[in-house]
């Protein structure tokens, strides 16, 4: 079973720039995709961004051009630069890791944008 722990999430103004971190319980490498989805109160998860273990990165509509998803093996960590970082960015942003042995996901980090 893989463990995600998020972090990096908090109180940003409109236009400036968070680093989420998702740190896994095991070799990413191992882990097929890893992904970040976004939630606000009262609507489904949605998918902000994902990366495989060949380094295929993909993007929503409104991260593209915003938002860097990358890894770093060695800490076995999975990142979520997000930059121009506007109200409507705000939401609990969590780490997905979907493996042969299913999906597991990390608690969550709140990003909360607000002048």
């Known amino acids: 079973q893989v463990q995600l722990v998020e972090s990096g999430g908090g109180l940003v103004r409109p236009g400036g720039s968070l680093r989420l971190s998702c740190a896994a319980s095991e070799n990413i490498f191992s882990i097929p995709t890893i992904s970040w989805y976004s939630q606000t109160p009262g609507k489904q998860r949605d998918l902000v961004a994902s990366?495989?273990?060949?380094?295929?990165?993909m993007y929503a509509d409104s991260a593209k051009g915003r938002f860097t998803i990358s890894r770093d093996y060695a800490k076995n960590t999975v990142y979520l630069q997000m930059n121009n970082l506007d109200a409507w960015d705000t939401a609990v942003y969590y780490c997905?890791?979907?493996?042969?042995?299913?999906?597991?996901w990390g608690q969550g980090t709140q990003v909360t944008v607000s002048s």
């Open positions: 990366i495989t273990s060949g380094g295929i990165t």
């Open positions: 997905k890791a979907n493996t042969e042995q299913g999906n597991y």
